[in-house]
C-alpha cells in the first residue's frame, strides 16, 4: 500500500461522507431561515497519512485531515463565520478501508 494507492482509495469514501455532513446541515423543507450556517470543505486540500501497524488483522492505519470554512448565509449575502479542520481516521482490513469510529481512537 502506498500513499497515493490510499489517497485514490479514501476520496471516494471521503466525498460521500461530506457530502452526508452536508445533507444532515441543510434546513428543513418547509422551513424558512433567515440565515443558515453552511459547512464547505476543501477536499482537493486534504492532508493524507498512512501508517503500516505491522499487524496481519489491520496492517494500516489512515488519517485524513480535511480542511473547512463556516459560512453564515442570508438570502442576500454569505460570510465566513470561522474555519478548521475535521480529522478521519480510517483502519484498512481485509482489502477494504472502514471509518474508525470515535470509541476505537
Known sequence: ???????????????GILKQK???????????????MRTQYR???AVYGLVRTGNPDVPFLGKVLVPYEK???????????GS???EFQFV???GNWNLRSEAER
Open 22 to 36: 452536508r445533507e444532515e446541515e441543510a434546513p428543513v423543507k418547509g422551513k424558512k431561515a433567515h440565515y443558515t
Open 43 to 45: 477536499l482537493n486540500s
Open 84 to 86: 478548521g479542520v475535521d
Open 71 to 81: 459560512m453564515l448565509v442570508s438570502s442576500s449575502s454569505s460570510s465566513l463565520y
Open 92 to 94: 484498512y482490513s481485509a
Open 1 to 15: 500500500m502506498t500513499l497515493n494507492q490510499m489517497k485514490a482509495e479514501l476520496v471516494p469514501i471521503l466525498a
